[in-house]
């Protein structure tokens, strides 16, 4: 068995991953014997890729965004024998990087510094969650104004007109003028809630019509930088559900990320609530994104989902 696989998405963060590669291979000279890692890039079909070469490896280190990882993680989950996970932050928002303390390493010292850390091997838990039991999560699931914004930014980024605007600006300044034109989406259907609450007894709500976003998070960074909750933890068993009602909670979500603290302290009467355990039930169609990936399976007619904590991952911390 080898200790670590790199494993690269070549078009991360405007396709810097393609020059990745020759920089690890320079950083670890003198340091990794080579024979001791491989680096591959990712294909189209990451998922077979991942079952053919994640049991050979102690560590694997993905170079790419949250939805890059996100794959990876759902392979490490059927393993009988888990490789520890490290980040290389390259990605449009980096939140799990960011909520671990990885993609503070990566801008302030560098990737040399990064790879020191990985080999360190320190590592903390970090919950795994799943979705109808099928699709595997770390991050977050949004269901409103997040994911309808989520779902023109990956419409478009492939675009030409998408690729000549990013000469002139960010991904996430792009990202930035998605977010106006969506501030007015509503949802436009009721959504009844389901969750086993802190004595285990199941608790049910009804969330009328018109709210911008219901936001089910595991990660302390959301949407590349605001942070949702003071009490997250990632090994704790449980994520957090925010419903985000109106116009002014949705404001604070922003004045959050200005003033870098909880959206929690900052708004009163947030709905807001802990559990390792949810179910939402509506009917209408919905904008779903999980981890930045569009999401679409749904059933005609009325539709449930399922959302809980279903196993743990090593990853590797600071």
Sequence with gaps: MKKILFLINPVSGKQVGKSLKDCIVA???????????DIEYSEIDIEGQCNNLLPNYEIVVVAGGDGTISQVVKVITRLDKKPKIGIIPIGTGNDLANSVGVLHVYKSQGLGILLKMILRCNVAKMDILSLDNNFIFT???????????????????????????????????????????????????????????????????TIKKGLCEILITNTKIYAGGVEISSKCRMDDGKFEVTVIRGMWEWIHLLLALLCKKPIDTMTQNLMQFQTDRLELEFTGDAFCQIDGEKYDSFDEGEKKLLVNVVSSCDMIVP
Aim: a positive charge.
């Design 27 to 37: 950083e670890l000279d003198g340091v990794l014997e080579r024979e001791s890692f």
């Design 139 to 205: 991050n977050y699931l949004g269901i409103g104004s997040d994911a309808k914004i989520s779902v023109d930014f990956n419409r478009l980024r492939y675009t030409p007109v998408f690729r000549k605007i990013c000469r002139c600006i960010s991904n996430r300044a792009f990202y930035g003028l998605l977010v106006l034109k969506n501030i007015f989406y509503r949802i436009p259907f009721d959504i009844k809630i389901s969750y086993k609450n802190e004595h285990s007894k199941t608790e049910s709500i």
